[in-house]
């Protein structure tokens, strides 16, 4: 029949890939689960011009987003109305628009120019045509204002966002290998007589 011997080995070899794989998801799940960060602070490249009547998206990146007490600060972009000595000629007006997903229970506040008081942010839940759910915030100046840039000074509005991931999510294994998606869109419009 069967050697014991080649048995044995074979019942070793089984018994040690066993805790391997059991060994490798427990460290994969602890440093998930208990790892942090000191920084919650986190710089960005993005930066939009409104010189022309135009619309410009960008992806975002979170990293190192834990559920903590503390809001995640992350500089979202800035805009402004001049390029490379060129400066927009109309009075232009825009919006930002961000577009997440909802994997995570997250809360976003945004802050413009470091005032002490948040954006208006209109809040709602979206579906595209897969059937996948995000969650859409525009980001304006009141319910019905946009914010202005004139033609007469260089101007640039620099947007902070502030992310809060609960702390009561802290022991949840299940968003330890979650993505968080977001895309910044700024929607810019050329103001006419009819609109000052």
Do not use: H
Not at 15 to 20: G, H, R
């Amino acid at each position: 029949m069967f050697d014991k011997r080649i048995l044995r080995k074979l019942f070793i070899i089984i018994v040690l890939i066993t805790i391997i794989i059991i060994g490798v998801s427990f460290v994969r799940r602890s440093l998930s689960r208990y790892q942090s960060s000191t920084t919650i602070t986190a710089s960005t490249d993005i930066a939009f011009w409104i010189v022309d009547d135009t619309y410009q998206m960008e992806s975002i990146e979170f990293t190192e987003l834990y559920p903590s007490s503390t809001p995640f600060q992350y500089n979202l972009c800035t805009v402004s109305n001049f390029k490379d000595g060129r400066r927009c000629e109309t009075l232009m007006e825009y919006y930002l628009t961000l577009t997440v997903t909802t994997n995570l229970p997250l809360d976003f506040e945004i802050k413009r120019n470091d005032e002490a008081s948040s954006c208006y942010k209109n809040e709602q839940i979206i579906k595209d045509a897969d059937g996948t759910f995000y969650k859409q915030i525009i980001i304006k100046q009141s319910s019905s204002t946009n914010w202005r840039m004139g033609i007469d000074e260089d101007i640039t509005d620099s947007f902070k966002l502030y992310i809060t991931f609960p702390k009561a999510y802290n022991n949840e294994a299940l968003l330890a290998d979650l993505i968080e998606y977001a895309k910044l869109e700024v929607n810019a419009l050329q103001v006419t007589e009819n609109d000052v």
